[in-house]
């Protein structure tokens, strides 16, 4: 990985109750990426995140945002990020314009109308640039939050369970302004527990569970490395018998003897697959179609939590 | 220093003033006409000269810290507690700002709405009594002052709080019933040598002489004792937020 945008050291926390919710996180984030940190609720990952924007102080670790330690060097390393949080804290009273303006000002930067005009039109706001906060829907304001994020121009961006609760149209909508994010060279780290939503989005993801990264991958080389292949032979002529040939395979035959199933992971030889399409038609096989299912993220993630 | 920022609070904060300008400044005239009415003309009437100054003019510093105290307390604090309610504090936090910055921001506007309601309150009582203000500066640096240090109190409490009914109760239980005892409507010498001895351990004694005597140079104690006291509770309250700021006290967890 080239340096990377955010680099997260040992960081643990137990809150003043006692609970520890992070152990030992370390985690590099690369420029550019599009990180889903996946996780059941109370995993942890509100608690990382909020360590990263500075909403919650570390018990132990170290956070560096574009080399810039968290804490001792906050006005660098905050100015990079910005945050949109899980709840829809909004100031209700004030106008879409206000409160995005207002918010690019906490961030030291002059008030630029142009920007915040291109900003309120991506996220379809505009036309809601003088409506007061309490008469937008749910969408909306998840939008606004959005946008108030985005008002100082940060590097990175956080979201914060950005589609927990809201239904299936707003969730495409929220991918895909995440998706035109990432165009523009954005850095973004999202936290969910919806498994599609890691799977459709992610670059690379992250698991966390019990306050502990259990690991961070590529989504497509976590795919591969633990994901299950599924190939299945269907046979014109149905056999009562899996020949003696291929038992070596470890096939599965159907009850009405028509289908036969391999089932490979990644530690599978490469030619396989070739192999046994050979010794397949040496032992006369009537294969007519063969069908391959992948198994989803959901088979690996229930994989490991249940570890 | 993130300049932006602090002008940001500011404004935000006085936004919410303005906005509700009519409640904002009528309740302080028509309570300030209220006192005079009773105090002023009604029992006024019958009390003589107080050190030599009418008993209506006596009082009109005492009003106006009145108002200070009260204003600034509830000022602040509303205005840093209702954000850690709504939620809203989450955006302060993330952003690149200092904890003075954020006390700058949310302090100074306390302060400057309760010194918009002093002025206004000193404007209404020029209908009332003659005016004199013996050494203008010094009642600036006294108004100053006090909203400036109130306000850092009401920050405290702001950030305390941790629910409506305790950010009501410090200025109910402490704070109005110090400046009624304070000397702000008669002098302390007035009082039994007992309770004059009691009365030295109220702060808002202090504050009251030394406005008082900004005004009419008549004081029930020492005009630096008064200055030392009030710059003395300042560092304190400075300190407690400092102390706050640093351990993330209420604040983050
Ligand atoms: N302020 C807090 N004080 C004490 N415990 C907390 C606090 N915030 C979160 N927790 C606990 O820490 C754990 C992790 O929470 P969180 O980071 O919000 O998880 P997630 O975002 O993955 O759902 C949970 O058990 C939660 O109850
Ligand atoms: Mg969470």
């Known amino acids: 990985m080239m340096q990377p945008i955010v680099s997260v050291q040992n960081l ?15 985690l590099d984030i ?3 990426e599009i990180l889903a940190l996946l996780g059941p609720n109370g995993a942890g990952k509100t608690t990382l995140i909020s360590i990263i924007c500075g909403i919650v102080t570390k018990s132990a670790g170290t956070v560096l945002v574009g080399g810039h330690d968290s804490v001792t060097d906050f006005r660098a390393a905050r100015a990079l990020i910005g945050l949109v949080p899980q709840e829809l804290h909004l100031s209700i009273f004030e106008t879409v314009w206000d409160t995005v303006s207002f918010s690019r000002q906490l961030y030291g930067r002059k008030t630029d109308a142009a920007y915040i005009e291109t900003l309120l039109r991506m996220l379809s706001l505009w036309d809601k640039r003088n409506a007061k906060i309490m008469t937008l829907s749910g969408g909306m304001k998840r939008r606004v939050l959005i946008a108030k994020a985005l008002s100082h121009q940060p590097q990175i961006l956080f979201l914060d369970e950005p589609t927990a609760g809201v239904d299936v149209g707003l969730r495409k909508e929220m991918w895909s302004v995440i998706r035109s994010l990432k165009a523009t060279g954005v850095t973004v780290i999202l936290t969910t ?41 269907h046979l014109a002529r149905p056999v009562n018998d899996i020949p003696a040939s291929l038992k070596a395979y470890g096939l599965h035959l159907s009850p009405d003897g028509s289908v036969l199933t391999y089932v490979h992971g990644s530690g599978a030889p490469r030619d396989i697959i070739l192999r046994l399409l050979k010794d397949a038609e040496s032992a006369k096989l009537d294969v007519h179609d063969i069908s391959t299912e992948q198994s989803s993220l959901e088979d690996i993630f229930m994989g490991l939590v249940a570890k | 220093m993130n300049w932006h920022a602090v002008a940001a609070i500011f404004t935000y904060e006085m936004k919410r003033f303005f906005r509700t300008m009519g409640q904002s400044l009528v309740s302080p005239v028509i309570s300030t006409v209220l006192y005079f009415v009773v105090f002023g003309a009604a029992i006024g009437s019958r009390i003589e000269e107080i050190d030599g100054v009418s008993y209506g003019a006596f009082i009109v510093p005492g009003l106006i810290m009145l108002s200070l105290l009260t204003q600034s307390v509830s000022n602040a604090s509303f205005g840093i507690y209702f ?62 002052l006090t909203a400036f240090t109130f306000s850092l109190l009401g920050f405290i409490i702001g950030l305390w709080a941790d629910g409506f009914e305790k950010l009501q109760i410090i200025p109910l239980l402490i704070i109005t019933p110090l400046t009624f005892l304070g000397g702000s409507f008669y002098s302390i010498n007035l009082l039994p040598p007992f309770w004059k001895s009691v009365s030295m351990f109220n702060p808002v004694v202090y504050l009251v002489s030394g406005f008082r005597w900004s005004f009419n140079e008549v004081a029930d104690v020492s005009v630096g004792l008064s200055l030392a006291i009030t710059c003395l509770f300042l560092l304190l309250c400075l300190a407690t937020i400092g102390w706050m700021f640093r351990t993330g006290y209420r604040l983050k967890t």
């Open chain 1, 193 to 233: 527990h919806y498994i599609d939503e890691a799977e459709e989005m992610a670059d690379r993801v992250g698991v966390i569970d019990k306050g502990r990264l259990i690991l961070v991958e590529e989504k497509a080389t976590l795919m591969q490395k633990l994901g299950q292949k599924k190939l299945s032979l």
């Open chain 1, 12 to 26: 643990s926390k137990t809150y003043a109750s006692g609970l520890v919710a992070l152990d030992g996180v370390s």
């Open chain 2, 83 to 144: 954000p850690r309610f709504s939620g809203t504090i989450y955006e302060f936090l993330a952003a690149p700002i200092s904890a003075t910055e954020m006390v700058l921001g949310f302090v100074g506007a306390a302060a400057a709405k309760s010194l918009l309601i002093g002025i206004v309150i000193l404007a209404t009582s020029a209908f009332f009594v003659p005016l004199s203000i013996a050494h203008p500066v010094w009642m600036v640096v006294f108004m100053l």
């Open chain 1, 30 to 32: 690369a420029r550019g």
